[in-house]
């Protein structure tokens, strides 16, 4: 883990590249930030003062772009992050439960990390895979048919 | 690139290896297992299935079976699902260990596995896909490759008549005629408005440019909708062929998919297929040698449900904020970088395809009087069925919700279905018999909307409901406009207060006040039918609201702060279950004496409740 110095910073390399690829197309500033949300977990600042010199848009429009979207976000999340699907369908079969009992047992709220850094939570708006809900991921596994009496054994899983 | 000569042999050699998946009355010997790999099923672990199933076909040295991983069949809650082709058994919720038994006793033995055969709502085990009520009344023609096709493989596509529209086109019809026939089909648009397809086109065609865009709108924000999803991972050259079709109508050489980031199988499919579309050289320069020149590019959204509109779709894919632009002017004068611009939904593109091959006519003979062809629903919510299904426009939503759906679970009774999703509004029992059609949805106060069909039984209070929708929307709200940025969150306060208790009379009144002003004010769509859901409920539910309000009493029980949980003494054996089981330890007493429950303490979880062997505790 390389935090501001930018040395030998892999991931940095990573997206270096991924800006090249742009051909300085400003149009591409989503799909660059997709990268960096997929490779750091968040949005560091000193990445995104890289992309701001190389595609040549300014920070504050970079951090306007990065806060409009639900799925940036400028805190690293947890080492697994707890997600309970809110949508529609999962709303109506009990998903709110589900993710009080994750709030209760990790003692956080939405968009809070434990201290240990370990998990996070974060409510979604619908997955897509209504016909298991409610249904909860915790990094990329998914959980469906929850209810809330499954929640801490499956939180176990991952201590 | 591939000559049109090349790809009718490529079409007919691959069309001879697959075709036993329709065909009934094959005599063959070959098998072709089919697993689903859509979202659905993958997350229950389908991809284990299929790399299972290869191993152990591989290690017995079966030589006259295929495995194929299809998109969608539709029947999510049945997940993963497995059929075998060409005698159409069905298998359901299959498990990684029941592999072995499958390849043994049916592919080896010619036995099906009866235990894990699909079982219909009644509980009788069906044979074939054919038999299930599920499907009997369903339509297939967007659908019609998801399921059938490996989406990932060209030539599977090209077998069942892929790219054979597009080489129709630009053989044979020119512009004007395309669009001639897109627009006697009557298709509308299918992202919920029901604008007229072709006039759509038209007008793009009309603007003057010296380059024009052709777009997807593949960002399905409505949550509890998967329609356009499953599309993109079951079938996705349907979108890249119809795409082109659309270009070569309007006259547009470039154009941009705009899928969320949330559906990583659909962007990773659609990517494929625009690669296998570009090596075939059905995509890029001089397409079929017919001097026809378009190529496709993906945007990746990032979680703004506002993109979905069209204007703010456009901002996005431009790589800004995606804040809905003021029209006129529109985006077929000035679109995607101030350029010509047609935009349409993934389902709406699905369609093109068959339309040109089979002619306006035979479209239009499908569905109502003013909405034709069939309509994909993501059936969701409180349904037996959640699943994927396409039906002929005109069908009731009585027959979408207990011949298909199969009815609700449970025991419990239909209370209301809500189509349009935040946009949309809730249809009550009453009108379980409208036909499914843009003009009689919006006479009874709901829409179309892009699919998401939520079935909800009588333990959903209609009042939280409404808060839930405009929840969503204050979250979703881009700001720009005050009307949408303000107004909803008042009526979300609003909303509040009344599930909290703490409703007042007269806030109904200002509801529906503060909805009609959003309504007329706002900038863009999401504004303009936020205030729906609440409309609707209070239109059907106007006698829930004023229970919140004046008796303080929530009539399906789902608002906590209004209900106590109570202990019947006379039933109660003095078990314990319920205090061992209770999270805040709220539930007092003596072994074999009533116990009691401590009312400040109780979180009103309902835990105790699903516990007690006797039935003694309940709400009140």
Known sequence: MCEGCNCNDERLEKIKEVIKECNGDKSQLI????????????????????????????????????????????????????????????????????????????????????????????????????????VMTVNSDVYGNMDPSKVKEILAKYE | ?????????????????????????????????????????????????IKRLEEKIKEKNIQNVRVVRTG?????????????????????????EDVDEIVEKHLVG?????RLLCKDIDGTAVKSLDDLNFYKKQHRVVLKNCGLIDPENIDEYIAFDGYKALEKVLTSMTPEEVIKEVSDSGLRGRGGAGF?????????????????????NADEGDPGAFMDRSVLEGDPHSIVEAMAIA????????????????????????????????????????????????????????????????????????????????????????????????????????????????????????????????????????????GLVEVPMGITLREIVYDIGGGIPNGRKFKAAQTGGPSGGCIPEEHLDTPIDYESLIAIGSMMGSGGLIIMDDSTCMVNLARFFLDFTVDESCGKCPPCRIGTKRMLEILEKMVAGKGQVGDVEKLEKLALNIKRSSLCGLGQTAPNPVLSTIRYFREEYDAHIKEKRCPSGECKAMTKVMID???????????????????QGELKQPFEI????????????????????SRV
């Open chain 2, 196 to 216: 007229p397809t072709g006039r759509k086109w038209e007008f793009a065609k009309n603007s003057v440019a010296d380059q024009k865009y052709v777009a997807c």
């Open chain 2, 598 to 617: 401590d009312q400040d303490k109780c979180i009103k979880c309902g835990v105790c409740i699903a516990t007690c062997p006797f039935k003694a505790i």
């Open chain 2, 72 to 96: 969608c069949f539709g029947l999510c809650a049945r997940g993963p699902i497995i059929v075998v082709r060409p005698e159409d058994t069905f298998y359901a919720m299959a498990k990684v």
């Open chain 2, 569 to 587: 003494k006379e039933k109660c054996k003095g078990c314990s279950a319920c205090s061992r089981k209770c999270p805040v330890n709220a539930i």
């Open chain 2, 110 to 114: 010619g036995e099906i596995v009866e």
């Open chain 2, 247 to 386: 270009a070569y109508a309007i006259g547009a050489t470039k154009g941009y998919v705009y899928v969320r980031a949330e559906y990583p199988i659909a962007v990773k499919r659609l990517q494929i297929a625009i690669d296998q579309a570009q090596e075939y050289g059905l995509l890029g320069k001089n397409i079929m040698g017919k001097g026809f020149e378009f190529d496709l590019e993906i945007r990746l959204g990032a979680g703004a449900f506002v993109c979905g509109e069209e204007t703010a779709l456009m901002e996005s894919v431009e790589g800004k904020r995606g804040e809905p632009r003021p029209r006129p002017p529109f985006p077929a004068v000035k679109g995607l970088f101030g350029k010509p611009t047609l935009l349409n939904n993934v389902e709406t593109y699905a369609n093109i395809t068959q339309i040109i091959l089979n002619g306006a006519s035979w479209f239009a003979s499908i569905g109502t009087e003013k909405s034709k062809g069939t309509k994909v629903f993501a059936l969701g919510g409180n349904i037996n069925n959640v």
């Open chain 1, 31 to 134: 799909h660059v930030l997709n990268e960096v949300q997929e490779l750091y977990g968040y949005i560091p600042t000193y990445v995104q003062k890289v992309i701001s010199e190389e595609l040549d848009i300014p920070m504050a429009e970079i951090y306007g772009v990065i806060t409009f979207y639900s799925r940036f976000s400028l805190e690293p999340k947890g080492k697994y992050n707890v997600s309970v699907c809110l949508g529609t369908a999962c709303y109506v079969k009990g998903s709110q439960g589900v993710l009080d009992k994750v709030k209760e047992i990790l003692g956080i709220d939405v968009g809070q990390v434990t201290k240990d850094g370990k998990f996070s939570i974060e409510s979604t708006r619908c997955v897509g895979a209504c016909g298991l809900a409610p």
């Open chain 2, 1 to 49: 690139m591939k000559s049109i000569e090349e790809l009718s042999e490529i079409r007919q050699r691959t069309l001879e290896e697959i075709k036993l998946r329709k065909d009934r009355n094959y005599t063959g010997k070959e098998k072709h297992v089919l697993v689903c790999g859509g979202t659905g099923c993958t997350s229950s672990h389908s991809m284990e299935i």
